[in-house]
């Protein structure tokens, strides 16, 4: 059998699923490892984000950040922070994947309260609302659809990420992937291919799910908005 062949064998063995250590257990691991990584992002970069796109100050040290937390490799970090007093497993996992997280989290936390209408902005203030009342009022909810775009973005690169993790002791599905190449190539491709369409049907699942959510939670004069600007910017890269 070719590896694509072992790999469907592979996947269609129930005892591959429901052995410890197999699919459903790593599935969970990855899945709790994501989550926490993203919850910690969203704690880190969504209230700095916010402040800052309130106050209008900051836009250059959003984008440093963005680019510099972007610049710096998964690997390098999970390589790293097991020496510190993380240690090696899991917290370490958690803190390297959230700074993955950050850059989408919190450039598009400032950008949605940026673009905030400046009228509605502006008529909050002339009622009285003190800043935090504009931005907790306005400004926020104004602000979501930009939070759920960040928030997919960051999601599903975490869990494609996720894979890393296995370098460390950090469990996921990356593990199986890991225990393919730890066998002869003959008989540990299937399970390598295995793992990387469970990784890469993961990411896509979260993706479509999330991308409805985002749907739901931006106003449909939003979203003529943002398809209104899709084709001018079509039009004019194919004019270029």
Known sequence: ??????????????????????????????????????????????PVGLWLGHTGRGGGLVLLVSNVSLAIPTLA???????????????????????????????????????????????????????????????????????????????VQVVATAALASFVNGGGLGQIIRAGFGLDIAAGGGQIIAGGLLVAGLALLVEGILALVERVVTPRPLRRARRAANRRAADATAGA
């Open 1 to 46: 059998m070719n590896p694509v062949q072992q790999a469907v064998v592979w996947l269609n063995d129930p005892l591959n699923w429901t052995n410890p250590g197999g699919i459903l257990d790593r599935l969970g691991e990855h899945l709790s490892m994501s989550a926490a990584a993203v919850l910690l992002g969203c704690l880190v970069a969504w």
């Open 77 to 155: 970090l999970l390589t790293i922070l097991p020496l510190t007093f993380l240690g090696f497993g899991r917290p370490a996992v958690v803190v390297a994947l959230a700074v993955f997280a950050v850059p989408p989290l919190l450039a598009n936390a400032y950008t949605g309260v940026r673009q905030a209408d400046p009228e509605a902005r502006d008529a909050a203030r002339g009622m009285g609302l003190s800043g935090g009342q504009v931005l907790r009022r306005v400004e926020l909810p104004l602000a979501v659809p930009y939070l759920a775009a960040g928030f997919r973005t960051a999601t």
